[in-house]
């Protein structure tokens, strides 16, 4: 995740909020789709390999702009397979390379990059103050315009305090950092911590909509965006667990480490034409 | 340590659970499985079908009522009345909601509530799983909710639901007084609930390293779960059935099904402890070591009355909180471990050089109590050892080291002090000399020679004293000036004579003793004991009150009781001439003052309490009856007050003066009173006897707490009438936190009590309010009867109830009236008549008025609306205590005005306390507030000032602006505060205007 190290505003999300209420009532049901799976990582292997280097880069460092307060690394104590299907990344309490927190930010730069299509990962996520997983797509063309020219899709994002509640955001030019488009999914009568559940976007050149397991909770129209579209080009897929960070605060004396966020799969489908 | 205690509070039988569980087993195994109900309603306008309200013993037994009035949702609630400290009819409000049948709520995940109380207080304890049998095998709660005065909800997670198959205890609580004050907690929508967002638990493990010997039996303390309940910690306590306990090495240590580990054999294993089938602790590491001499019998059984005990920790009473029972101060090598000697919980320190257990969160009162108590078991060598035991009071601020902290420490040795052997040590608490106050307890320290050491059955006790205590120090001094005392005994005074302090009709013996140098007189084998100066009476028509200091080593619980009586041989001086008098006081435990043990007290009373002592010219005879055994005695005198406050009126109370047409008269001379069937009901708290006060009928209560006057048997209809008037007088004092509270209650149109249609309203009146509570004079309690807010019927008015910390009232001229007085103006103020020219007016119809930005600033304390009076505009201040008016956008330059004008109607009592103040602001040259030159005046006016505060007419003030001396300067007059404290409260105001 890019943002600013300005706190998010409470107001602006709320009117925010009020302006994507009323962007989504004039929306209409979303159409069925025949998809075509293009790319997939079901994290299949034995328990204690990494990650499919053919799939998956990592950004080994810290802050991130956010203030984030772990260090990721590609060590398989952060990442790698549990042996039952799943790719688990684990933030971990430990002092390493002046930090005091680790954790694994993995991406497929370089590797996979695509345009339009439903991107979708089944994942269970951890919990406790101070973690933000996090599952969202980034301009493959960042390293030409930077951010936020190059768009951010943010498909997951999560805060360990509040367990029951997923975010979906956009952060383009005029609408980044503190000031996304935005909008929040709250799980009726249960948790994200305690069982897999879906999280997808389906973008095309019309509207980008965001899923909770096939419930839509959000669409968002060219037109809608306080600011320029920087969504038609292609961009690259993010995983990651942050421990603190301007998001979500840092962690308390009752968060309990290790924590773990399950990835089952990662899949990417395009339109059947 | 801390939680263990508060688990020992829900349910003291928990131990009993092993052979309750295998029994409920076999009789399950051969019954078909019941169809359980799965209602999740517990409380949402009523109890759920079926469910039982079961007090705890030993609580408050009526704490429950359905409140109509109260509630989050629907029709009602469930309010709990928790007691104050020292409240007879229970020490604290608990019980438990049964469904006798059982229910099943493996469905559910938690019990949700909404709650408030009164004040912001802990409610001590709340969950579910106690079914009031002492047999209950899955009590869960939490603990210390601090619940704040408006509603919120409030969710208990169920540990493992899918034990819950055949619950019977739906809801359970425990509450008692906060800060010594009672309150009350309501409770609505009580439900068990899916919630789904209950996840991650977690067990408290109070040992998470555990070494114990080969052969012992140690608590793993396991006492309950946290849960993330939306994002939030949540704990709750929980029995040990619902917990699986595993061990990773049973040739190492075993685990039973309550958490507890016992030693096999020499070397390390872990314990795994599961919640249905997940983990909730398995980092809890056990050490066993060789076998060492230790305990093989429990400590004996304590045998004391649980209601006499205060108890720290055994397993014989419920115990209190204890913070903690190893507080790891500095330089402390100690080491505490919960174990089990055949059962029963003992504490193991180890490597013991001194241990602080400190309770000082939940201080403990032992000023009841006579004895601290502790057994103790060592295997280290004791001929030359010594054993310690500290006790530390933090005094009335109940703070460390704030100054009135105290303490004492005893030393134990040889032959007092053996080795493997349980030592009773059984401490009268006089014995710690240092500890002057014992109210406030806060920390136990144990030190000396011995090393390891067993501890067992930690309490205090209230016993029987042998062997005599005797007062640390002398009674206090008495400081009344002697030219106002008569004393019978006192150092501090010349004496009269006093033939004998132990008359031969008497039974009771007396000895001249001294009290760290002073004269006492000590009593022992006490019944009844004569005090005779009959050969020279005491005249002590001139004395107000009756003094006498006592001290006893012996128990003062109640029913122990002390009584004086004094007796006056009457004109003819002689005993039993038909003309004595006399009368008797009894004290206890629970009386002003308090009998206590082992500290003076000093009993200090008007003499207008000796209610039968009708004369006093000729005293002749004290008689003291007394249950403690032992009483020392000194400074007995009569004396005279400070002569301002006499004990009974001599003036009648004023003649009312309203018409009788418009009267309904209770009692009065001056009326026809109307039946009146009592005017101490047998239920109430209060004697009265009907007395004459200058020839006037006038009704005299003695020791009131409350009374009762009814007239059920013809109520009155009091809808024509507007005022309740009634006086009254004491020679009680009046300071805070006195107060005269007076009660009126109407049976409804049912004409019955309690047809559920009843209303009612109490006011109460104290030093502060309109009327002011005063000793020594008539208060003439005038109040319209709106004022009775929740009396919303008059048709059948039925009772009045009195309730006063003041034990003696004189009431005269009890009635209801007509004022037909008007509560607005029935005319418009006068309207002013100055040209124009000369005036700057803020509001009247007379004039062109300036912009004034509020007539109620937002930082005021009033009300404001604009009414029409008789077609002319005018403001109305309800609710006053203080208004802002302000004209800041546009100040005022008053430089040519000479006056303030400004009109005023009350309808509000204006006799003193009430005051109406007028202040002006002018924000000086800057025209800013506060910019270093404002200047202001405030003017007072009450019920003597001019122009004086009257009710029911219109006032003007026309104040020459000169009496404003602050208000140097006058260009930019920016505000004016109106302050009406206590009173009046509703005021019309208009005709506000500067003027030349």
Redesign the interface.
């Known amino acids: 995740m890019i943002r600013n190290k300005i706190l998010r505003n409470k107001i602006v999300l709320m009117i925010a909020a009020i302006f994507l209420l009323a962007a989504c009532s004039s929306s209409s049901e979303p159409d069925e789709m025949e998809w075509e799976l293009v790319w997939e990582d079901n994290f299949d292997g034995p328990a204690g390999q990494s990650p499919d280097p053919a799939k998956w880069g990592f950004d080994i460092g810290t802050d991130w702009g956010n203030a984030q307060l772990e260090y990721d690394t590609d060590r398989p104590e952060n990442a790698s397979l549990d042996g039952q299907g799943n790719l688990a990344i684990v933030a971990r309490a430990e002092s390493f390379q002046g930090r005091n927190y680790t954790s694994a930010r993995m991406l497929t730069k370089d590797l996979f990059e695509t345009t339009y299509g439903r991107f979708e990962a089944r994942m269970q996520l951890p919990w406790g103050q101070g973690m933000w997983p996090a599952f969202w797509l980034l301009g493959a063309n960042i390293d030409d315009v930077g951010w936020p020219d190059c768009g951010e899709i943010d498909i997951m994002e999560y805060r360990g305090q509040e367990p029951s509640k997923i975010h979906g955001s956009l952060h383009g030019p005029g609408y980044s950092g503190g000031n996304p488009v935005t909008r929040s999914y709250d799980l009726p009568n249960a948790r994200f911590d305690t069982g897999f559940h879906v999280f997808a976007v389906e973008w095309s050149a019309e509207t980008i909509r965001w899923f909770v397991n096939d419930t839509i909770y959000q669409t968002v129209r060219p037109a809608e965006v306080p600011g320029e579209w920087v969504y038609d080009h292609p961009f690259f897929i993010i995983v990651n667990l942050a421990v603190g960070g301007n998001y979500v605060g840092p962690p308390n004396a009752s968060t309990v480490f290790p924590q773990t966020m399950l990835v089952d799969y990662v899949r990417v489908y395009k339109a059947a034409q | 340590m801390t939680v263990k205690n508060l688990l020992r509070l829900i349910n003291a039988l928990l131990i009993a659970l092993v052979i309750g569980f295998v029994g409920c087993e076999r009789e399950l195994d051969m019954l078909e499985p019941a169809a359980f109900p799965t209602t999740g309603d517990v409380f949402i306008d009523g109890f759920s079908g079926g469910l039982d309200y079961q007090a705890f013993s030993n609580t408050k037994l009526d704490a429950i009522t359905i409140d109509p009035d109260e509630k989050f949702s629907g029709e009602s609630s469930m309010r709990i009345t928790v007691p104050s400290e020292g409240d007879p009819s229970g020490f604290f409000s608990g019980g438990a909601l049964v469904a006798p049948g059982g229910r099943n709520l493996s469905g559910y995940d938690a019990l949700t509530f909404w709650a408030r109380a009164s004040i912001g207080a802990p409610l001590g304890l709340v969950g579910f799983g106690n079914d009031n049998s002492g047999a209950s095998l899955y009590p869960a709660a939490r603990t210390d909710i601090v619940l704040t005065t408006t509603w919120q909800k409030y969710v208990i997670p169920i540990p493992d639901a899918a034990k819950l198959t055949a619950e019977k205890g739906m809801f359970q609580f425990s509450v008692g007084a906060f800060e010594g004050a009672g309150f009350n907690v309501w409770f609505d929508e009580i439900q068990f609930e899916?919630?789904?967002?209950i996840?991650?638990p977690?067990a408290i493990v109070t040992s998470p390293a555990i070494t114990g010997e080969v052969g012992e039996t140690i608590s793993a303390g396991v006492t309950g779960v946290?849960y993330?309940v939306?994002?939030?910690?949540v704990t709750v306590l929980a029995a040990p059935a619902y917990f699986t306990f595993g061990s990773s090495d049973e040739s190492v240590a075993t685990i039973d099904a309550q958490g507890n580990v016992v030693g096999v054999g020499v070397g390390t294993a872990e314990i795994t402890v599961r919640l249905g089938a997940a983990i909730v602790a398995n980092n809890i590491s056990v050490n066993v070591v060789p076998a060492a001499p230790r305990p093989t019998t429990t400590a004996p059984t304590p045998t004391a009355d649980p209601a006499d005990v205060i108890s720290m920790f055994s397993n014989a009473y419920n115990n209190v909180l204890i913070d903690t029972w190893d507080t790891g101060w500095e330089f402390s090598t100690a080491d505490v471990q919960d174990i089990l000697v055949s059962g029963d919980d003992v504490k193991k320190y180890t490597n013991l050089n001194f241990v602080g257990i400190e309770f000082a969160s939940q201080t403990i009162n032992a000023s009841e109590m006579t004895h601290f108590h502790l057994d103790i078991w060592t295997p280290d060598p004791t001929a030359a050892a010594a054993f310690k035991v500290l006790l530390v009071d933090f005094g009335a601020n109940n703070v460390f080291d704030g100054g009135d902290d105290s303490s004492h420490e005893l030393t134990f040795t040889s032959p007092q002090l053996t080795t493997e052997n349980w030592i009773s040590l059984d401490i009268p608490l006089s014995n710690f000399t240092g500890l002057v106050n014992r109210a406030n307890l806060a920390q136990l320290v144990l030190s000396g020679d011995l090393s390891t050491v067993y501890v067992d059955n930690v309490y205090f006790y209230e016993g029987e004293v042998t062997g005599g205590g005797e007062p640390a120090e002398a009674a206090p001094t008495p400081t009344v000036d002697p030219a106002d005392v008569i004393s019978l005994f006192s150092n501090a005074y010349t004496n009269v004579t006093v033939d004998t302090w132990s008359a031969e009709w008497d039974n009771a013996d007396v000895a001249d003793v001294q009290v760290f140098g002073n004269d006492t007189k000590l009593y022992t084998n006490m019944v009844f004991a004569g005090v005779e100066f009959t050969s020279q009476t005491v005249d002590a028509t001139a004395m107000t009150h009756f003094h006498m200091d006592v001290w006893t080593p012996d128990p003062t619980a109640l029913p122990a009781t002390f009584k004086v009586k004094l007796v006056d041989f009457g004109a003819d001086g002689a005993f039993d001439g038909g003309d004595d008098v006399e009368h008797e006081l009894t004290f206890d435990a629970s009386t002003n003052p308090a009998l206590a043990t082992g500290s003076w007290v000093g009993i200090d009373v008007p003499l207008s309490d000796f209610v039968g002592l009708t004369t006093r010219a000729n005293m002749a005879q004290m008689i003291l009856s007394s249950d403690p055994g032992s009483v020392y005695v000194d400074n007995v005198y009569f004396y005279t007050g400070d002569g301002n406050t006499p004990t009974e009126p001599t003036e009648a109370a004023p003649a009312p003066t309203e018409a009788a047409a418009d009267v309904i008269s209770l009692f009065s001379n001056a009326y026809t009173n109307v039946t009146v069937d009592t005017w101490s009901a047998e239920w109430d708290d209060a004697d009265v006897a009907d007395v004459q006060v200058v020839g006037d009928d006038t009704k005299l209560y003695t020791n009131l707490v409350f009374a009762g006057v009814e007239f059920t048997s013809q109520t009155i209809d009091v809808t024509g009438m507007t005022h309740f008037s009634m006086d009254i007088w004491t020679p009680s004092s009046t300071a805070p936190p006195a107060s005269f509270r007076l009660k009126l209650v109407d049976f409804g149109p049912d004409g019955a009590f309690d047809g559920g249609d009843d209303t009612e309203h109490e006011i109460t009146l104290d030093e502060t309010t309109i009327p002011a509570i005063s000793s020594g004079s008539w208060i003439s309690i005038d109040i319209p009867l709106t004022d009775f807010v929740n009396l919303t019927t008059r048709e059948h008015m039925a009772q009045m109830i009195i309730s006063s910390e003041l034990s003696t009232i004189y009431v005269d001229n009890v009635y209801f009236y007509n004022s037909n007085m008007a509560t607005e103006p029935g005319e418009a103020a006068p309207t002013p008549t100055l040209p124009a020219a000369d005036v700057i007016s803020l509001f009247s119809n007379a004039y062109t008025n300036v912009t004034v930005d509020t007539w109620s600033a937002e930082w005021d304390n009033a009300d404001v609306a604009d009414v029409q009076v008789v077609g002319d505009d005018t403001k109305l201040y309800t609710s006053m205590v203080f208004a802002g008016i302000e004209f800041t956008s546009q100040t005022i330059d008053a430089t040519a005005m000479t006056h303030f004008h400004m009109n005023v109607w009350t309808p509000d009592p204006s006799a003193l306390p009430a005051v109406f103040k007028v202040k002006l602001v002018d924000f000086g040259a800057d025209g800013a507030f506060d910019g270093g030159d404002d200047a202001e005046h405030e003017l007072t006016f009450d019920a003597n000032s001019t122009p004086a505060l009257v009710t029911g007419q219109w006032i003007t003030f026309d104040i020459p602006l000169a009496d404003f001396t602050g208000l140097v300067t006058r260009g930019h007059l920016a505000q004016i505060v109106i302050v009406a404290d206590p009173g009046p409260n509703t005021v019309y105001i208009d005709n506000v205007l500067l003027h030349q």
């Open positions: 899916r919630l789904g967002t996840a991650q977690r946290i993330d939306n994002g939030s910690d």
